[in-house]
């Protein structure tokens, strides 16, 4: 098992900046990838950012060059800085993390999500 744990939400200013942490505890020896995922109200989930073991960050279109994704590997804690955040940024950020499972298996953790408000 592994628990997932967010941090850092909160409101601000169109503009402003935030950084969430999530934090991995658990069975975390074969963790093959971390990422972030929001759910702006009333609409589907969608990615926001991830990072896959021997691969580069990925971004979602609409938050490349302002998010940044890092990852702590000896603390199994996974950021995302978030820059000049606008209005359309408002939702609930979740922390997934991806285990291996055996030769080819994977299993998904999730957080309980943060909530990120952008007013105008």
């Known amino acids: 098992q592994v628990q997932v744990v967010e941090s850092g939400g909160g409101s601000v200013q169109a503009g402003g900046s935030l950084r969430l942490s999530c934090a991995a505890s658990g069975s975390t020896s074969n963790i093959n990838a971390m990422g972030w995922y929001r759910q702006p109200p009333g609409k589907q989930p969608e990615l926001v950012a991830e990072i896959r073991d021997g691969n580069s960050p990925t971004y979602a279109g609409a938050v490349k060059g302002r998010f940044t994704i890092s990852r702590d590997n000896a603390k199994n804690i996974l950021y995302l800085q978030m820059n000049n955040l606008k209005p359309e940024d408002t939702a609930n950020y979740y922390c997934?993390?991806?285990?291996?499972?055996?030769?080819?298996?994977?299993?998904?953790?999730w957080g309980q999500g943060t909530q990120v408000t952008v007013s105008s």
């Open positions: 997934n993390v991806v285990i291996l499972v055996g030769a080819t298996g994977t299993r998904g953790y």
